[in-house]
């Protein structure tokens, strides 16, 4: 591809990506999208031939960029819990930051098909847990409710951003911050569960003593 096509071809993955943010699937007009790239309508149908492929354009952007983000978070190798708060962190950073990132979160949930951005990243955070040792998490049902709660604050952070951004009060590294604070109020919980456990199991053994 000669270097202008590539440009006018990120200009309209840019501008669709935008679109799709605030719109949603249903809702983007690719003419809305052809003035925001500044081109005409006939190079958008030149490059993406309707909305379909414009979507999977911005959904295979917004993966790549998640993946590369998950694969960087990963390779710290971080104990389990320890892992799973610094990708939901990253994660919610990128959101903040990357409007395909977005977008992609959102036609994930409007669209079916490939490429889906939820598979780029939850089960990246299952992964993590099945290497939780007995300290950390103790059963299956506490690494599965530690999965949803990553899961759920990940797509709340997701929705908060977009609202800050339609009504343009998305501050950098707000989000980032609030997230990490529930981390801190959810981890001094870990931290007095094992507590009381440590505390019944001395006493358990003061009695068999």
Known sequence: ???????????????????????????????????????????????????????????????????????????RREESVQAVVSLTLALTGLLESDVAVRAAARLAREQSGEPDWFSA?????????RHAHEGQLGTVTDRAAVAA???????????????????????????????????EMVRGGFAALRGDADVKDHRGDQRCG
């Open 1 to 75: 591809m000669q270097p202008r096509a590539a440009r006018t071809r990120q200009a309209l993955v840019s501008a669709a990506a935008g679109e799709f943010d605030r719109n949603g699937y249903s809702g983007a007009s690719l003419s809305r999208v052809s003035r925001a790239a500044g081109v005409s309508v006939g190079a958008l149908t030149f490059h993406f031939s309707n909305k379909e492929e414009l979507a999977v354009a911005v959904r295979e952007q917004g993966g790549a960029a998640t993946t590369t983000l998950v694969a960087a978070v990963t390779a």
């Open 121 to 129: 990243w939850v089960p990246a955070i299952h992964q993590q847990l």
């Open 149 to 183: 709660l990553a899961t759920h604050l990940v797509t709340g952070a997701e929705i908060t951003i977009r609202q800050r951004a339609r009504r343009h009060n998305l501050t950098a590294g707000q989000s980032v911050a609030e997230l990490t604070r529930i981390w």
